[in-house]
């Protein structure tokens, strides 16, 4: 009994307590006072609060974290992430890896929408962070980590989101410039950045803006100047990736169809001229990779809402990619004589790419969100390289279309003296293929050089090593060991097979 009025009397007292406040703001005429204070306004970003509802580690990067970093490529500011890193494969194609996944496990989108990479699905994906200047990005959303019940199997890694400016209300103009420098340049401001983009504003229900950047990408060389072993030449430093310019223009629109409903397009073409030297002794060959792709993408959006508890979104986006690769290789660096290089390689691609996505949300109650929706995608790709295609064609090629300081090729004559050709060096090559018992294709270098699955004794590249590419004939009557066996060997094989004709102890070419 003694507690409960203990607990009685503590009600009674917390409760005389709360009130007090209620009756100290009463008057002495019974009136009350008003308390005025300024307005409290709370803002909240969208897309970092749905991050927190995200299963996986997720980093939102704003306009204005863009602005603070400086950087003029999304490039610059995604491989700066914790956990991110850049690879990059033999051909200089950048790709990305989080957390230390495989490039191919990274879904990057811009926005929304996979990017296109090369022929392979997620090659040089990565090389489309570089084409993207930050003026016209208005946020980066990093998952790192596993997406693949939302994303789809291509983001076992995690996903790359870049989301760009849409055209805005208010009329405005922006121009960027930038000019940068390293040591050691000769010029002011040898590497440049330029970036233009106008805004019409509201005008009725429609709304526009045009874009157009040029940026130089700087290269990244090794530390370590080398010359030929001759003198005759200095050769390039070698450098770690591609390097050139980047050429962007596009137009991006929104209709209004009415306070729920809108139309979105976007139109963008991309260009690049990109080169890279790689070289490997001081005994030669440097080879210089040159890159020049045209892209061309278009995309229609259509989005809106009930009004109630469900968005949609619509899409289609088409892709084109233009690629005209070239390799060549040079003994004599940047020599002040010209017609000193051989073209090794051509790499042509054509690579489009179409789609159409429809998704819906529908908020079913407060806790249960369902997204729903379906896509179609079709690729089709057209170049060069060796693949198992369904068909495939032979086109014959001029070298000095591809390169204006190729070396004359050489020959022999009837009387065995070297001559000049008019054509240019070039090891392309229809070289003859075949395909291996698991359907992969090889170079048959034995039936293309003599017509059989079995080599001769004294095979082409003997020939070629002992002549110097035929250049020195006598190569052949001074060979010793091993090389005479062959010769002799060789020498044989050629009495038993042509009786009739031939009647000689050692071979001449």
Not at 125 to 136: A, F
Not at 182 to 191: I, Q, R, T, V
Not at 229 to 238: H, I, L, V, Y
């Amino acid at each position: 009994m003694r507690h409960k009025k203990r607990y009685a009397l503590l009600a009674c007292a917390i409760t005389t307590w709360l009130s007090l406040p209620a009756f100290a703001a009463e008057t002495t005429g019974g009136g009350s006072s008003d308390v005025t204070i300024k307005d409290v306004v709370v803002e909240a970003d969208r897309a970092k609060e749905e991050a927190k509802y995200e299963s996986q580690q997720t980093t939102i990067i704003t306009a204005e974290d863009i602005e603070k970093k400086q950087a003029k490529s999304v490039e610059e500011i995604i491989f700066n992430e914790t956990g991110v890193t850049r690879t990059v494969d033999a051909m200089g194609r950048v790709g990305v890896s989080i957390r230390g996944a495989e490039p191919r496990h990274t879904l990057i989108l811009i926005d929304g929408q996979p990017v296109m990479g090369d022929v392979s699905k997620y090659s040089g994906q990565g090389d489309e962070l570089q084409r993207l200047g930050t003026e016209n990005v208005e946020r980066i959303e990093i998952i790192k980590g596993a997406a693949s019940a939302k994303y789809g199997s291509d983001a076992i890694g995690g996903v790359i989101n870049v989301v760009t400016k849409r055209p805005q209300k208010e009329a405005g103009f922006q121009f960027n410039v930038e000019g940068r420098r390293a040591k050691g340049d000769s010029d002011l401001f040898p590497y440049q950045n330029v970036f233009l983009r106008a805004d019409s504003g509201q005008v009725g229900k429609f709304r526009a803006a045009v874009y157009g950047s040029k940026r130089d990408i700087m290269p990244v060389y090794e530390t370590a100047t080398l010359e030929d072993t001759d003198g005759t030449g200095r050769f390039m430093r070698n450098s770690l990736r591609y390097y050139g310019d980047i050429k962007n223009i596009g137009f991006i629109g929104t209709y209004d169809i009415n306070d729920r409903n809108a139309i979105d397009i976007n139109i963008d073409r991309t260009t690049e001229d990109l080169e890279r030297y790689v070289w490997y002794s001081e005994s030669g060959p440097q080879q210089q990779f040159k890159r020049d792709v045209t892209r061309d993408k278009t995309s229609l959006t259509y989005r809106g809402n009930n009004g109630g508890s469900t968005d949609w979104n619509i899409s289609y986006n088409y892709s084109k990619l233009t690629e005209d690769d070239i390799s060549l290789s040079s003994f004599s660096g940047a020599s002040s004589y010209e017609g000193k290089n051989t073209l090794e390689s051509i790499d042509d691609l054509e690579h489009k790419q179409w789609n159409v996505d429809a998704s819906a949300n529908t908020q079913i109650n407060d806790d249960h969100l369902l997204s729903y929706g379906f896509g179609f995608s079709q690729e089709t790709a057209e170049g060069s390289r060796i693949k198992n295609a369904p068909q495939s064609y032979l086109r014959s090629i001029d070298p000095w279309n591809y390169d204006k300081n190729l070396q004359n090729m050489t020959t022999i004559d009837e009387e065995g003296n070297l001559v000049y050709t008019n054509e240019g060096a070039s090891n392309v090559h229809a070289y003859k293929m075949s395909f291996d018992e698991n359907g992969y294709p090889y170079w048959d270098k034995n039936y293309e050089y003599y017509g059989s699955s079995t080599a001769p004794a004294l095979t082409q590249e003997d020939y070629n090593r002992l002549t110097n590419n035929g250049t020195n004939p006598t190569g052949l009557y001074t060979a010793t060991g091993d090389d005479l066996e062959k010769i002799n060997q060789f020498a044989s094989q050629l009495k038993q097979e042509n009786s009739a004709f031939a009647d000689y102890d050692y071979t001449k070419y």
